[in-house]
């Protein structure tokens, strides 16, 4: 529940994004740059998520998995309100973009603490042989965020026309973020600490600096690791924010039916990580890693013709098949994460891998696919995917699993 509200936040600043923030906080520009600025903006959460790593990843190693997630969501929650009061660029001037970068800033910094978190406690906390069913459940807070985030801007733009939306309407879902934070919060405080981490305080004290330790002791874990989840990333906002740019932009389709599209792509997200979580305990996670590595290079091989066929269901097909393949990347990639690093600096080694490939797959790749497209380079996102697919495949390939040595 944590985890999808989280994501529910964070998901909602790329659908808005994609659809307003380039004309209400960008100077008058063309489309393009507008969107291509407002894609950057939301690509400032990627390089605040390893910063917000470290930082919760260091309280998570030391005091616990709990307060260190608890604290997470409040962060998370806090600069998604904000954005809901911010000026517009008409009002402001340049200190209403700076002040939405901030804020962007303020939530990659609370999910950096996030994910590694949730996954851990999912994993720590499951039944032997359950691990990766455990995590899998966890994953779905990435999809069912994404559901309601898509869900509530594809209910407004029933209920109300674009004047009124722009105006005003896409602050309500920043709003509601209010109140779904404090069901979480609830939620969290009523969760124990992970018997994996109470046994190993017992062992031996905690390490004093994570960070320092996992960058000089398992630096290798955290580069393989970080490869890994670049596909995740790529296919995940490749599928979203980019190709709803894309697609209520210059493609032309309208908003409010791709919209829809994504939210019953995402219908397949949900089954391919159930479906990825039985068989990761079966198969172990490295399989199906590699499976998902391989279909994201078959899915770059015609995504962008898909989005560029003019056609709603071929587009809806490449967003599906993309969706469908990223519940095969992301279903196992926490409990996989885990077997790299030890107990006692889990969080924080999860955490780093996990955001250092989000700079790449988040941020970095969604954006080359941008300026690739305003420069008419064919193809654009499908050269985009098939790199992030060979970069995760040799991560999988390096990465093994290197707990056992130093545990």
């Given at each position: 529940?944590?985890t999808?509200?989280?994501?529910?936040?964070?998901?909602?600043?790329?659908?808005?994004?994609?659809l307003?923030?380039g004309?209400?906080?960008f100077?008058?520009?063309s489309?393009?740059?507008?969107?291509?600025?407002?894609l950057?903006?939301?690509g400032?959460?990627?390089?605040a998520?390893?910063?917000g790593?470290?930082?919760f990843?260091?309280?998570?190693?030391?005091?616990?998995?709990k307060s260190?997630?608890?604290a997470?969501?409040?962060?998370?929650?806090?600069?998604?309100?904000?954005?809901?009061l911010?000026?517009t660029?008409a009002?402001?001037?340049?200190?209403?973009?700076a002040?939405l970068?901030l804020?962007?800033?303020g939530?990659g910094?609370g999910?950096g603490?996030?994910?590694?978190?949730?996954?851990?406690?999912?994993a720590?906390?499951?039944?032997?042989?359950?691990?990766?069913?455990?995590?899998?459940?966890?994953q779905l807070?990435?999809p069912l965020?994404?559901?309601?985030?898509?869900?509530v801007?594809?209910?407004?733009?029933?209920?109300?026309?674009?004047?009124?939306?722009?105006?005003?309407?896409w602050?309500?879902?920043?709003l509601?973020s209010?109140?779904?934070?404090a069901?979480g919060?609830?939620?969290?405080?009523r969760?124990e600490?992970t018997?994996a981490?109470?046994e190993?305080?017992?062992r031996a004290?905690?390490?004093r600096?994570?960070?320092?330790e996992?960058?000089?002791?398992?630096?290798r874990a955290?580069?393989c690791?970080s490869?890994?989840?670049v596909?995740?990333?790529a296919?995940?906002?490749l599928a979203?924010?980019?190709a709803?740019?894309q697609?209520?932009?210059?493609l032309?389709?309208?908003?409010?039916a791709?919209?829809?599209?994504?939210?019953?792509?995402?219908?397949?997200?949900?089954?391919?990580?159930?479906?990825a979580g039985?068989?990761?305990?079966r198969?172990?996670?490295?399989?199906?890693l590699t499976v998902?590595?391989?279909?994201?290079?078959a899915v770059?091989?015609?995504?962008?013709?898909?989005?560029?066929?003019?056609?709603l269901?071929?587009?809806?097909?490449?967003?599906?098949?993309?969706?469908?393949?990223?519940g095969?990347?992301?279903?196992?990639?926490?409990g996989w994460?885990?077997?790299l690093?030890?107990?006692r600096?889990?969080y924080?080694?999860v955490?780093?891998?996990?955001?250092?490939?989000?700079?790449?797959?988040?941020?970095?790749?969604?954006?080359?696919?941008?300026?690739?497209?305003?420069?008419?380079?064919?193809?654009?996102?499908?050269?985009?995917?098939i790199?992030?697919?060979?970069?995760?495949l040799?991560g999988?390939r390096?990465?093994g699993?290197?707990?056992a040595?130093?545990a």
């Open positions: 529940m944590g999808a509200i989280e994501f529910y936040d964070f998901f909602i600043y790329g659908t808005a994004a994609a307003v923030f004309p209400l906080f100077p008058a520009q489309q393009a740059a507008q969107t291509l600025l407002a950057m903006s939301f400032i959460a990627f390089f998520r390893p910063v790593a470290v930082a990843g260091h309280f998570g190693d030391r005091i616990g998995r260190t997630l608890v997470s969501l409040l962060m998370m929650g806090l600069s998604t309100l904000a954005v809901a911010l000026p660029y009002t402001a001037g340049w200190i209403a973009p002040l970068c804020m962007r800033f939530q910094f999910l603490g996030e994910w590694g978190g949730a996954a851990l406690l999912a720590e906390h499951a039944p032997e042989g359950w691990a990766f069913r455990f995590v899998s459940i966890m807070g990435s965020g994404f559901l309601a985030a898509n869900g801007f594809l209910a407004l733009g029933a209920a109300m026309d674009d004047a009124a939306f722009m105006a005003w309407g602050r309500i879902p920043f509601a209010g109140l779904l934070v069901v919060l609830y939620v969290r405080f969760i600490e018997p981490f109470r190993a305080l017992k004290a905690p390490v600096l994570p960070f320092l996992v960058l000089t002791r398992h630096w955290v580069l690791g490869a890994g989840v596909a995740t990333f296919l995940f906002y979203t924010a980019f709803l740019a697609a209520s932009g210059p032309g389709y309208d908003r409010q791709f919209l829809a599209v994504q939210m019953g792509a995402s219908l397949l997200y949900i089954g391919a990580i159930l479906i039985a068989l990761g305990d198969l172990g996670p490295a399989p199906l998902a590595a391989l279909g994201t290079v770059g091989l015609g995504f962008q013709a898909g989005l560029e066929s003019g056609s269901l071929l587009a809806g097909l490449a967003v599906g098949a993309a969706m469908f393949v990223l095969f990347a992301n279903a196992p990639l926490g994460l885990a077997t690093f030890p107990v600096v889990r924080s080694g955490s780093l891998a996990f955001n250092g490939g989000g700079i790449v797959g988040g941020a970095l790749l969604p954006i080359a696919a941008q300026a690739l497209t305003a420069a008419r380079f064919g193809h654009s996102s499908g050269v985009v995917l790199a992030a697919g060979l970069i995760t040799a999988v390096f990465g699993q290197r707990v040595a130093h």
